[in-house]
């Protein structure tokens, strides 16, 4: 089989979603080159392709941090066990999957130093010295970082001992304040998500049972994978004064009065590009948001004979320059793939636009324009493309946002009782939306019998509009990653 | 004292650098909030104006990185010992300062995880897995990383156990595009250090003793500090194929023969913050250069009377508009500081222009700008604002290079021989030039005799044009960080 031959086979190779939804996730990332695993175990390493995609997040997301106020700083890798014992929840959450340091060089060290699974324990430490007075607060920082939890079953992008994160940490003087910070977040969360990674969400409260370690409140946006199963896309933490009080965080009140701070701590990690992944993706490979795409749009040119060449690949120069920076163009001129090839690798790295400049095109002064949704067609001027092609990229992000919804409302069921709920899972996935009055024995009931969690209780509970509501409003219920 | 006069003592003193240049050093970066020490020994905290500067040098150098053609990439935290152990060189360097993980939660682990504190072990082991083909090279690829070197003796931002840096790792068919490379990247350097950092620097080859763990050759761009000492600002090492050889990283050439790949490393780190600071500050503090200032310009506004203070925040509101987003502009209006002890607060953090906003600029329909360089002052209308503000930060950009480049020619001397060196080091600091033959025992003895050490063989030999060149051209030796 010639090179070429084996390349086209690798990606038609590309397993059916219905088929093994599971294998067609490990290959798409795969062959999309987005990551590998590295010879650590449950490690990855993010390549080019996939690491482009996190620099747009970072770069969106930070955006919105930073207008809501937050400053971004860098604390150190390394965490004392003495540290993270001083929270007694947080220790009993974490500890067990610390990947622990206890040489320096050749000689031992005298405390263990854990990787940071989180950074609450050094926030908190910090804290305390650098808060006095009223006028410190509220003290609004963020970190990017990498962050490890000793994993057992991992998954590229979803689960993996090491990932990168950003965790914002926040001190505030009031409770009230606190929970504005805590839901203020989360609202960015999901404007992130929904805006920028056209993935719809639910945005609610998790219930005791799924709250992290150590926090008072953990609220949540739970999005829905093609394969009906939920993920946790983003978190949001009221930390109450638990971390305040063990690390003796303490500000002078305006009347001189020492008070213990109230606290947040909010994270999104690169899980979200495996969100991205599973929320889009269609048998042909990765179907990508164009405000995070590495590639907006790819050219291809096309030429039979030797003299369409140059004037294929003159037009091309000029489509590149009327475009501009407007657009993160690719121009795709190798020689040895033909265009079927590269339409099919292009589509399979789920490049919103793809450019077809053949002889035609060129004849008639335009581009042929391919949307990877729905593969809609449209010719468009040279001169009209510096316009038209950002309108095109929208164009795209709304129908994946409009797809990705359409889907999501056709998988949010509703039950009212147990029997329903196990009706449901037994043969269906997608969210179930249930009344509920904060019945713990229930929620571990459903979970035992359907292995579904409870998401969150939804905020927006108009969304669930045919739904009762419980003393605690509505549950909704889901099979997750 | 009240809290007004305690924080005025605080920028007051500030130790003169003639007095103790390294408390001088100390002083200044706990006072201007851009670091900390953290609870593990040797690890920093960097604040939110440090952060601000490393996220500015970040997002200029990674804009350099990608027009040569690069990509980022991550991988992983962790390095197995025995990959670390494949190149004898790189490991007899490094172990002796490596962090190590033996346990995953409560399990003690089959091999011990090195945290890197370089990726060459891991890039090599995946170079061998991606590179196949010709067609494969170059592969040109860096990442922004954590690392973690255990040094007996730290100081914050110059030698600190962990520190954030970029590491670039390429591969090349040929050993011309290899050295290409290495040259490239260090030019890289170069210019960002010298037109973004404002640093003059000198661009050379290291002796032999000086190289990196595991280069064939590396090269160097030095930097002078206000001291008189040296400080390596960055390298590129052309690693041959001592890598590719261990890691078994091969590649078919166009005739279909397996052949060893050729690679470079080249990194910088939060170290250059350290530079920056020994580099322009001076005794009322720091002087940052606009290009990488997490504020450009401060709006200080200045009223005695309650009337005059609404009149003056309103005129400041027509100075933010007017500025928009061309500068990064910070109004303090903060009640509970005098206008003066403002100045002195950011001049301190070494803001490039202070705007002073009082009731006679508002009658003027102008503010006053006030240089951190000098002090120069200059009345400006708000209706100049926009295009003025951005020429007097080019200004204080420029003013900074050519000072800093002034102080480098003062303290560049020459010398002939180990007696006349050995004469300069009793009295002075600075570099000296002497003409090079290569002799490793002179390079040895000046050493013992002086602590100056052999900084680079400069490339560009035309800058000491006093200087004779010996068979291996001319050599800088300089007490250094």
Redesign the interface.
Known sequence: MSDTEQKKQFVEDLTDQSDDFSRWYNEVVRKAQLA?Y???RG??????YG??M??NIQRLLDARIKATGH??????????ES?LDKEAEHVEGF????????????EPLEE??A?RPTSEA?FG??YS?WIESY?DLPLL?NQW??V?R?EKVTRLFLRT??F?WQEGHTAHATAEECQEEVLRMLEVYRAFCEEDLAIPVYAGLKSDSEKFAGAERTYTIEALMRDGKALQAGTSHNLGQHFAKVFDITYQDEAGKRQFVHQTSWGVSTRLIGAVIMTHGDDAGLRLPPRIAPIQAVVVPIWRKDEERQSVLEFVKKVKAAVGDRVRLHVDDRD?YSPGWKYNEYEMRGVPVRIEVGPKDVAKGAVMTVLRVERKKESVPLEALATRLPELLDEVQKALFASASEFRAQHTATATSLANMERHFEAKRGFVAMPWDGDESLEAEIKARTSATLRCLPLDTNAFAGVEKGRKGIALFARSY
Do not use: K
């Open positions: 590998d590295a010879p650590v490690c990855m390493v993010i390549r080019p690491f482009g996190w620099e400053q971004n700083v860098y604390m150190p890798l390394l965490i004392p540290l500890a067990p999957e610390c990947a622990w340091v206890t040489h320096g060089g050749s263990r130093l990787i050094i430490h910090m010295r006028r920082l970082a990498n490890m000793w001992a090491e990168l040895q």
